[in-house]
Nanobody, 121 residues
Framework: QVQIVESGGGLVQPGGSLRLSCAAS????????MAWYRQAPGKERELVAL????????KYADSMKGRFTISRDNLKNTVYLQMNSLKPEDTAVYYC??????????????WGKGTQVTVSS
């Protein structure tokens, strides 16, 4: 049974930091690229950051570059999102996503249920 569970969200003041974690199970973690998305109230879900299955390449949305860092530990089946210099506009539900890296599993997508991040004074 596939499980993707996010944790680490919460309330933080502007300028603060949070580290989100995403624990995955039920599939071969190292065969999947991992990504963080977020969705703010009234807005569409957007890509925050992505890391390839071998942790050799990353991609960030422009507004997160230099502030957020995605990483993964393939031994722990976990992906992380370190968020620094948080702004009120970073307030959203953050979702973890696994997507197949190879031809045989491309198109396979797994999602977590999300963790709320609120940036407010």
């Amino acid at each position: 049974q596939v499980q993707i569970v996010e944790s680490g969200g919460g309330l933080v003041q502007p300028g603060g930091s949070l580290r989100l974690s995403c624990a995955a199970s039920g599939f071969t973690f190292s065969l999947y690229d991992m990504a963080w998305y977020r969705q703010a109230p009234g807005k569409e879900r957007e890509l925050v950051a992505l890391i390839d299955n071998a942790a050799g390449g990353t991609k960030y949305a422009d507004s997160m570059k230099g502030r957020f860092t995605i990483s993964r530990d393939n031994l722990k089946n976990t992906v992380y999102l370190q968020m620094n210099s948080l702004k009120p506009e970073d307030t959203a539900v953050y979702y973890c996503n696994a997507r197949g890296s190879y031809d045989f599993n491309r198109g396979v997508n797994y999602w977590g249920k999300g963790t709320q991040v609120t940036v407010s004074s």
